[in-house]
DNA sequence: GCATGTATGTGA
DNA sequence: CACATACATGCG
């Protein structure tokens, strides 16, 4: 019997059906849409929906709509639902809370975990071949391609690709379709998307040192509570912490759970994905931007589909929606490429240890040279920690030297850049029959172009930056916008010939040196521009690995974590190159980067030494890098914070306002600092030139928000924001924790 | 984010 | 006046 018709209640028209959708744009809330008869819907379910003459995807938020917004007739209906497993809760209230912490749309955050909505879709069943048994028509002409294919066939095995089969064979496309024309193969629809293989949780891992195993248990610890944790692993380099959580994953795997692991570059860390198949005898399912197309489309459907057992990714694979995450491991959390600085600006560490807070589930923050945020929350007890202390292999650290490059003995001479103590050092070395490595963090040859006659410096139109000389290349470079130009034959501004001379060194300038004080030597340049590719990378480590190279001169690139056993001296070029410009982590950054460095040095039973050249021996990152005393050196950063009320000390935002009238862009952040906030906790400070004033071509300045640790921010912002009319022209990016200082 | 309408400018 | 281009708006 009918309840309502019962209780005496009319039955009137069923009521409309409406539930909220979150749309991937930049909007200020979910929509709602009316849901069809014939449908039904749960939250996190992925709908298609019709957005003026559009049809976008969109995740349905909440099931209930707002009965009090759009009525009911002006309502769109869902169009279909897509066929996969619902955004889990724990996704959508991440998601939320990424958005309200980092004052962004949570639509905008929404594209981040759904960043290919071609994945929505069905995947095409994929045209695949058996051999069909049948005899050969009348008047078919075999042939020898025929013929291979057919025998290739003979053998069992998975229905083929057309693509596969013709590889196999060594023959034309064509050569397939005739046979299968012919009826001698049969066709079959295939998964168009093999599962990822799966890792074996239960291979025997490698023998752990003691300090290993303890690390090990009670990560493992962590992970078999089956609750929120923050852990920092902190270990010197070569202390073998990957090992380790690699014993985390372990658990989490045998608990049937998904392991996230986030890296800085994904794309550079192929060696970190050979040792993660010896542990667990597969590769992981790799997210990152380079990820294109039908890739990108399986990754994310493996994953959602749950599928993927261990994720390895970029920043942004925080944010995929894990049907059942149950561990996530920061490698290298100090990393400044966890920052993300546009579109959405967050930290990946600091979000990381939210989506382990929401989903209840632990976090593993790695690294040999902790960032002063994360020490602190383990000393202050919200984080918990775990030391690895000893070097693996039984190498001692490396003799770090310093090179006062004010003195005239040690100085190396006019429009050279090497000491006389380093050449001497690299001269043993090669003597020796080892290997040596030279960085400096500047690609190019030189950073500056200066005309001799009258001073004219080359310089990039869309940006405040000087233009970078690449000889290899033959170009000129703006390495913050990507602008080239060639080297102009007469200057610009003073129309006389040949007379640009270049100003300070690039590794493409060191190389130059080199080559002319080791004629002998077999020199390998490693930076990104010699290295296209995560494969050019890994040819040269072989070469290096296999002692085709004597000495290897590059940037960045060159710092991660690979190690030669022949290479016993590393010499720093510039160390002081950090630590300009006003950067708040930027004795931190240099301190870090020169430790990864250092540590290239003597790895396996060779002793190593470092040269560090600067102009500031007494400052306290070379002090602690000569005497191994990283701790020493976080302590006085970390009063230094203190008594100026930084970060962790006390919090900071930024607010960037750009935009292509320097006018326009100058006289709202001036504005802005009028109607600034105010308090006792609370200081402004500002507007003034970003960093780079102008990029892109688009004029820049910040403003600086400081306040007490306990000070709510976001609201503080919010607030600011919304007091002051902001010009469709003028752009307005909130930065909470920025990196960069001013 | 993007398609749309409206305001504004450019040239015959 | 026709057409191109800049900016503001709303999308449920």
Redesign the pocket.
Known sequence: MDLLTASGIEAGPPPVRRV??L?????A??????VPDDMDLEAGAYVE??????Q?FGVVWAVD??EA??PAN????VLRRFDLPPMPEVSRRFIDWVAAYTLSSPG?VL?MAVSVSAALEDPKALLAYLPSGDSPPPGFKMTDARRRVLALMEEEGPPRTPADLAREAACGIGVIRGLAESGLLTPVALRAQPRPPIPDAHRPGPTLSPDQAAAADALRAAVDARGYSATLVDGVTGSGKTEVYFEAIAACLRQGRQALVLLPEIALSSQWLDRFARRFGVRPVEWHSDLAGAHRRAAWRAIVNGEAPVVVGARSALFLPYPDLGLIVVDEEHEAAFKQED?VIYHARDMAVARGFLGGIPVALVSATPSLETLTNAETGRYGRIDLPARHGGASLPDVTLIDLRRPDSRPPARHWLSPILVDAMKETLAAGEQGMLFLNRRGYAPLTLCRSCGFRLQCPNCTAWLVEHRLSRRLQCHHCGYTDRLPETCPSCEAEHSFVACGPGVERVAEEVAQLFPDARVALMTSDTLVGPQAIQTVIEEVRAHKVDLLIGTQVMAKGHHFPMLTLVGVVDGDLGLGGGDLRAAERTFQMLHQVAGRAGRESRPGRVFLQTHMPEHPVMQALAAHDRDAFLAAEADQRRAMDLPPYGRLAALIVSG??ERQVDKLARDLARVAPQGDDVLVLGPAPAPLALLRGRHRRRLLLKTARGVAVQPLLQSWLASIPI???VRVQVDVDPYSFM
């Open positions: 909220r959708v749309l991937p744009l930049p909007l809330s979910a929509y709602d849409y009316r929906v019709p957005l003026g003459p559009r976008v709509g707002d917004g759009v002006r309502l769109k209906s905008s594209r579109g292509e009238d010009p469709g022209t």
